[in-house]
């Protein structure tokens, strides 16, 4: 299969990205990727890596879009950017996947101008899946559609439920929709309309679900809009950051605290590796036609190897025809 690079985006690039292509040539040996930048700056960087060469195509792409600029005028105008070029690829069926790390905003201007929306899917969804007590769930939207409708929550429930079946292997997916309270008469106008849809939708709908049993491990994805998406993975991001800064100082505290921490090393190792979103690598823009994986704009060559195995695992799950056909089969709702 073969899988595009957005080389140049991302806090890290082109370095660590090319470092994370490498990584991944050696990960899986059934990919092929297609690096899109600037071919002279890719080349000479690639220089210091034992690769396949056979096995990676340069696409060259002067311009490079960063943070600072407005999306869908950058995608417009920057026709030549290492983002739109990797995008086209999707488009014109050369590549099955692309995965970028730059920046949010203008990978969902380019998937939805460029690659566009399967037909149907009113509005498409970022899904990030992050560890649980019991494994990991899929939080969707997390940040690609702040005002919603109740059908665009449906049909994320439908789209989220694919994923964590073809992608993760989750044989029955439960579904929770984000609420303030476990009672179906809980929550605002746009949750109790939703509510009632997702009773209706061919789904493993478990209820609402709490802010605080988002990690429980008792949901495989939890649905909301993407205001409030975002604001729970950033909180949790940051308790985990802080959690482990804090008992980091409480184990150096004493000497016994020390002791206690290198007869726990091994567990502690282990739940940091559990926490490490660089073992997830990127978020699935759900909803597009063709494959697209938003890596973490501060990704590491880790993080982005892991992120190309992602792009494999949707690519093998044949995501973008599933959600096709899941979305064709719901009735259309006008709200």
Not at 27 to 44: H, P, W, Y
Not at 159 to 178: C, D, F, H, T
Not at 274 to 285: F, I, K, N, S, V
Not at 287 to 313: F, P
Request: include cysteine; hydrophobic fraction near 40%.
């Amino acid at each position: 299969m073969n899988i595009a690079i957005d080389v140049f985006g991302g806090d890290h690039a082109p370095h660590e990205i090319l470092a994370g292509c490498v990584e991944a040539l050696w990960r899986f040996d059934d990919i092929r990727l297609i690096l899109s930048g600037d071919e002279e700056i890719i080349k000479e960087s690639l220089s210091r890596f034992d690769y396949d060469s056979k096995r990676i195509e340069i696409l060259h792409a002067p311009e490079i879009i960063t943070c600072e600029e407005q999306p869908t005028l950058a995608v417009k105008r920057k026709k030549e950017s290492s983002l739109v070029k990797a995008m086209e690829e999707v488009r014109d069926g050369k590549a099955d996947c692309v995965v970028s790390a730059g920046s949010t905003g203008a990978i969902l201007a380019g998937a939805t101008l460029v690659i566009r929306r399967i037909k149907g899917v009113k509005r498409p969804a970022l899904g990030v899946v992050i560890p649980t007590a019991k494994g990991c769930v899929m939080l969707m939207d997390c940040g690609a559609n702040v005002d919603c409708r109740p059908s665009y929550l449906q049909q994320f429930s439908v789209m989220a439920s694919a994923y964590m079946k073809e992608v993760r292997e989750v044989e029955n997916p439960r579904i929770g929709l984000l609420n303030i309270g476990a009672e179906e008469e809980k929550g605002n106008e746009l949750t109790k309309a939703t509510y009632q849809l997702l009773k209706e939708t061919p789904i493993n709908f478990a209820g609402n679900c709490e802010a605080r049993e988002v990690l429980s491990g008792d949901f495989d994805a939890v649905i909301c809009d993407g205001f409030d998406g975002n604001v729970i993975l950033k909180y949790t991001e940051g308790i985990a950051v802080t959690f482990m800064s804090m008992l980091k100082k409480e184990l150096l505290a004493d000497s016994r605290s020390k002791l206690g921490a290198i007869l726990a090393k091994s567990a502690f190792k282990r739940f940091k590796k559990t926490m490490d979103y660089t073992e997830y690598g990127g978020a699935p823009l759900l909803g597009i036609d063709g494959g697209v994986i938003k890596a973490h704009g501060s990704s590491d060559a880790k993080a982005i190897a892991s992120a190309i195995g992602q792009a494999r695992s949707y690519v093998k799950g044949n995501m973008t025809d599933t959600i096709r056909q899941a979305i064709a089969a719901l009735p259309e709702i006008e709200d």
